[in-house]
């Protein structure tokens, strides 16, 4: 992650700090709800569940892959193309 949460968090703090002193009262409010509004997207994981379903003589398996990235489930979900598995695609 770029930033670590509690650096973002002093950030945030001493960023609303100054706005206090510095702006009046309708600039503070839109400008807090933009500042909470982008720390919820930076502050939020990417990390989700992917189901692996893989196909072989004409039975399918399901597999979850748990807290991970996207791009990560489908490295895991090729991985199992070599082995036992025929056909392997994410859902």
Known sequence: MLFDKYYLFLLLI????????????????????????LMTLALSSCKKEYTCSCTTGGVSVDFTIAKTTKADAKSKCDALNVGLYASCAIK
């Open 14 to 37: 001493q960023f609303l700090y100054l706005l206090i002193l510095k702006s009046n009262f309708m600039k503070k409010v839109s400008l807090v709800l933009g500042v909470l509004f």
